[in-house]
């Protein structure tokens, strides 16, 4: 009878470990990665050229040829966020050193348990002595430590992305940080590996829920901030085309224009495309984890096509500038 309870001490010892394992934000930091950095946070998915292009394609106006006015504006927005842009780094900075802390200090939680399971397993030590359920409180503290960490930094890069909802999503959030604090009382009232195990499936439901929650705004917010791109380049072509038409009245060879702004096009429908697809899963019921990284594949193929439409409309732009230069010499000789 012993012998039996001692097994199944055991096997709540291992389960807990298995567990725990699933749950850590160590190993379900696609989340994090997607948001921050990958991001996304959308800062991964949000590469520079990407967020260079919604400058240049807000100082094209009738004066698209002119690279020197988008260069301006650039300036004076860098200016103008500079201070926040700052100051999000600051808090950024914070919260990764905080993050990093908490990973270490779960990975030698997690390094001492794992020693007491070996004792366990060989017999040295029973699974409910003061010893080992403490060594199982170090260990689960350390990883819900480590979730409310990351749900932190998750909930910090919410606020500064302002996308839709943000409120709401962060107040949600905010209910899955509380419940982990909740938790980590149960840890420390809990007295035997079967109670620690009752925490950590309470633990996991929580965390499935939150990182369902991080991986569905950060990809939501993406998505907006690509809509927003996407919207802006459906007028930019349109005014493009008219100056290109201009241009070929006035004599002008346009085709090599012309073939670039149709693959501008082509790549443009394509992101949008992509995006309507990844919509749709964000916002379908019971939407899975593999629903996603599905969804946030089709973001980062619909970045990929807008990374591509901006390296196109930046050569548009030099092309548009050396003709402008041609003329403006041609007036001058005249």
Not at 67 to 80: A, F, G, I, R
Not at 240 to 250: A, N, Q, S, W
Not at 255 to 265: C, F, H, N, P, T
């Amino acid at each position: 009878m012993k012998k039996s309870r001692i097994v199944q001490d055991l096997a709540c010892f291992t389960i807990i470990l298995t567990l725990l394992s699933l749950l850590v934000p160590g190993c379900s930091l696609a989340a994090r990665n997607s948001y921050d950095h990958g991001n996304g946070s959308q800062n991964q998915y949000m590469h520079e050229d990407t967020l260079v292009s919604y400058n240049e394609t807000d100082n094209v106006g009738e004066s698209s040829s002119s690279e020197s006015d988008v260069k301006q504006e650039q300036k004076n927005l860098s200016t103008e966020n500079r201070s926040e842009v700052s100051e999000y780094k600051q808090e950024r900075k914070q919260f990764e050193d905080e993050l990093q802390f908490h990973k270490q200090e779960y990975n030698e939680a997690k390094e001492n348990f794992l020693k007491i399971r070996d004792r366990i397993r060989a017999k040295e030590l029973d699974s409910n002595s003061k010893e080992a359920v403490n060594a199982t409180k170090s260990y689960l503290n350390s990883s819900i430590n480590y979730m409310i960490a990351h749900l932190s930094n998750v909930e910090s890069n919410m606020e500064y992305s302002n996308g839709n909802e943000t409120n709401e999503k962060v107040t949600v959030i905010d209910e899955k940080i509380r419940l982990l604090e909740v938790e980590k009382l149960n840890v420390a009232n809990a007295s035997s590996q079967r109670e620690l195990l009752v925490v950590v499936r309470s633990v996991r439901g929580i965390w499935n829920d939150a990182e369902k929650i991080s991986l569905s705004s950060a990809g939501q917010t993406v998505s907006e901030k690509i809509g927003e791109f996407l919207e802006k380049s459906e007028s930019l072509s349109e005014r493009l085309g008219v100056e290109i038409k201009d241009l070929k009245e006035t004599g002008i060879d346009t085709s090599e224009l012309e073939i670039k702004l149709a693959s501008y096009i082509s790549y443009i429908k394509s992101a949008q495309e992509k995006k309507v697809m990844a919509d749709s899963l964000y916002s379908g019921e019971n939407v899975t984890r593999e629903d996603m990284r599905t969804a946030n594949n089709y973001l980062r193929q619909s970045l990929n096509d807008i990374s591509k439409a901006n390296k196109l409309l930046r050569e548009i732009f030099v092309k548009l500038k050396n003709y402008e230069t041609e003329e403006n010499g041609t007036k001058a000789r005249n």
